[in-house]
């Protein structure tokens, strides 16, 4: 089974980017669509966006369209998300994790990396 390791959180000013990685063990990673989710303390976790196994599509939350990309590199066994112009809003714990569609429900998707802490000072 494929395991994911979330890295690039960190602390950062409104206004600023970042850019998460999610990298994949195993030989299987191109086989499934990736997503990212964030959960901010006493939130219920949120969908962010999602990438089609062979990145050709993507979909993004209404409240990060225009300001985050989602992209994956199969050679790499890797997703990314690069985030630009942060709000304090965008303040969480953000999740990688692998589905088999292309779809905001968490529930949708079955595997999960262990997150990652983005901070957005304003």
């Known amino acids: 089974q494929v395991q994911l390791v979330e890295s690039g959180g960190g602390l950062v000013q409104a206004g600023g980017s970042l850019r998460l990685s999610c990298a994949a063990s195993?030989?299987?990673?191109?086989?499934?669509?990736m997503g990212w989710f964030r959960q901010a303390p006493g939130k219920e976790r949120e969908f962010v966006a999602a990438i089609s196994r062979s990145g050709g599509s993507t979909l993004y939350a209404d409240s990060v369209k225009g300001r985050f990309t989602i992209s994956r590199d199969n050679a790499k066994n890797t997703v990314y998300l690069q985030m630009n112009s942060l709000k304090p809003e965008d303040t969480a714990v953000y999740s990688c994790a692998a589905g088999f569609r292309l779809y905001s429900d968490y529930r949708g998707y079955n595997l999960w990396g262990q997150g990652t802490q983005v901070t957005v000072s304003s």
């Open positions: 195993g030989r299987t990673f191109s086989s499934y669509v």
